[in-house]
């Protein structure tokens, strides 16, 4: 790819009219492969990664110049070509930035359009912010004859003589309408002025002393901050068990980076709850970083984006779509719980952002830094391999030890029928609340219950778009499609049989185990949380501050209660259905079941208490059980990998899938077979189907799933694209290609 120019581009977009026009080559946030050809004649001359206004379809577009080479381009005639209108007054994309661009979208087999689209997610942030109109107050006399309300005595109370204030701002402060501001003002008691707006985002304090860090503690910082000083790229896992503050650790990387006056991004797979990590980040920096996720006001998200394109946001903490952002200076990635399932985007362009930070951290030469207690299969082969660095917490912080781990086998000790919590697990829950602790149940399904059927008939109720049950909820009473978001009142009568009192609810949700927990424990405060609770994550952030400060004896909840919250008073995790995640024919089946039992166990006995674990089980010999009681973790990894190696799965030989879908189910089958017909053979190649997706119909549209295996040494994006070039695909039917699929749906 060519070199690009990242110099500021702050120029007027006049036209240079001793020179001739020349050829540049505009890329479009459009799903296209291919950049078009444009004319320009501005003064200064664009420079590669300028964003510019450009004629496409009738219509202008924003773009982002991808060559200003003397001469490049199509073969298209200097005549046909039309003129770039006007350049963005926008800093240009990084070189690096457009270099990540390319790789990803060659990887991922998508156009780079799409992925530039990414880049580009707000385009109000191309345009500069307008300078503030503030007021102050003229003098300290009031005009003769000006009656003086309450409010407007208020008003110019709070107003300054020296420092401007908004018309919004001053009125909040007052307690005024901002009415009352400008009434003032058409007096000519205060006057407006022009006030440059402040930096959104103020400074980490990098000097700022952190918490005082064990001998293991201070080892590992110490490498990362020499690997930081050095520069250059590489990557390190940071591994370490629960609760030994793996954090603190990398947040001295982050202030090493920050003396060097470089930006630092930390991953994190659920930013909106991640409201611990932010209070221990401004604890330690003495300000807020800057946020970036999808539940961010369009405002804000400009904010940021033009901050980080202006180096004005030194930490950016966000979602797997920070990777994007306009980074002119990166010198620190961190990705957080690395192993996250989350971290894997399958809408759209379809990455993994674990996979894609360590490429944007080689793109801009700088250290990437992975967190977990749980490493993901693909990165320990990496430390094995020597590809990747290791840095290692053996123990809990300040002296806490592991949780004591139990498997319930629910063979012999279950429950009566209609009941989902065993006698041990009940009689450890009245313990632990006999001792004033808390506890935890798990249970990774949302709603009450997963399906329902007719006693009378067996008919059970799906999602008529969707091959899936609809699931019962209480709190709002409907059955939902977890899938598409498809539903419906709980019927009176049996659609199919029509008899009325036959429905019945199989299966517990976490809002079931709710109620049985009531039940149970009718004086105990409880909370449930789940992705979908009422309130979204503010709910959920709101009752994880509850169950810190022990206004909560029992909190139950989904996956996302095993993201890495600290709660003090926790002594107790009781896993509701121990084999759920077994299920199915994902290769990553134990080791995604390991590590998020690991992590919900980890939650258990941080501080000084012991904590106590108990799994309820019907195959407590199963290898992923034996490994969490016996807290071998690694023995676990290793028997998984010799495994993985043995059948040539991932991380060992590279997979890719061809996911095809359509409304007409017979196109779908015949596009299906005909890529099949073309499919690339030989060199160790592989393909498995065409087969329906065990997930046949989502969203109304019928899918088929091909799969390819290949050796590690083999360009699969490459071979995929060549492989789908030589099939025509009819309009109506859409194919998605997964390179290195985690999902088999």
Known sequence: MPSRHTSSSQHSCTHATDSPPRRVRVMLPLPLD????????????????????????????????????????????????????????????????????????????????????????????????????????????????????????????????????????????????????????????????????????????????????????????????????????????????????????????????????????????????????????????????????????????????????????????????????????????????????????????????????????????CLVVLVSATPSLETTVNVEEGRYDRVYLPDRHGGAIMPQVEAIDMRREGPKTGQWLSPPLRKALARTFARGEQAMLFLNRRGYAPLTLCRGCGHRFSCPDCTAWLVTHHKPARLICHHCGYCLPPPEFCPQCGVGDTLAACGPGVDRIAEEAENLFPDRRWAVMSSDMTGGAQAAAEVLTQARDHEIDLLIGTQIIAKGHHLPGLTLVGVVDADLGLAGGDLRAGERTFQLLHQVAGRAGRESRPGKVYLQTYMPEHPVMEALISGNRDAFFEAEAAQRRRFGLPPFERMAAVIISGHSAASVETTARHLRRAAPRGNGVDILGPAPAPLTVLHGRTRWRLLLKAPRRVNVPELVKNWLRAVKVPAHVRVRIDIDPHSFL
């Not at 291919?34 to 501005?42: K, N, P, W």
């Not at 590669?48 to 381009?73: D, I, K, N």
Request: charged share 20%.
């Open 34 to 365: 291919y950049a078009y050809d444009y004319l320009e004649d501005l003064d200064p001359p664009l420079t590669e990664g300028e964003f510019v206004r450009v004629p496409f379809a009738a219509r202008e577009r924003t773009g982002c110049v991808w060559s200003c080479h003397p001469g490049s381009g199509s073969a298209v005639d200097v005549k046909k070509l039309k003129h770039v209108i006007a350049r963005r007054d926008a800093p240009p994309l990084p070189t690096d930035v457009a270099c990540f661009i390319d790789w990803t979208a060659t990887y991922t087999c998508a156009p780079v359009g799409s992925v530039l689209r990414m880049a580009m997610s707000i385009p109000q942030a191309l345009d500069p912010q307008a300078n503030m109109a503030g007021y102050i107050r003229v003098g300290d006399t009031v005009l003769q004859g000006l009656r003086m309300t309450a409010a407007r005595v208020r008003v110019l109370d709070a107003a300054s003589r020296d420092v401007p204030l908004g018309a919004t701002e001053l009125a909040r402060r007052a307690g005024a309408g901002t009415s009352v501001v400008r009434g003032l003002a058409e007096a000519g008691v205060l006057t407006q002025v022009t006030c440059v707006s402040p930096p959104p985002f103020a400074t980490p304090d990098s000097g700022r002393a952190g918490p005082s860090l064990s001998i293991d503690q201070e080892t590992a910082a110490q490498e990362l901050r020499c690997k930081v000083d050095t520069g250059g790229f590489s990557v390190t896992l940071l591994d370490g068990v629960t609760g030994s503050g793996k954090t603190e650790v990398y947040f001295e990387a982050v202030a090493a980076t920050l003396k060097r006056g470089k930006q630092v991004l930390v991953l994190v797979p659920e930013i909106a709850l991640a409201g611990q990590w932010l209070e221990r980040f401004t604890e330690r920096f003495g300000v807020a970083p800057a946020p970036w996720h999808s539940d961010l006001a369009q405002k804000k998200r400009r904010t940021v984006w033009r901050a980080v394109a202006e180096h004005g946001a030194h930490v950016v903490v966000g979602a797997r779509s920070a990777l994007f952002l306009p980074f002119p200076s990166l010198g620190l990635v961190v990705v957080d719980e690395e192993h996250e399932a989350a971290y894997k985007q399958e809408k759209g362009v379809i990455y993994h952002a674990r996979d894609m930070a360590v490429v944007r951290g080689r793109e801009a030469a």
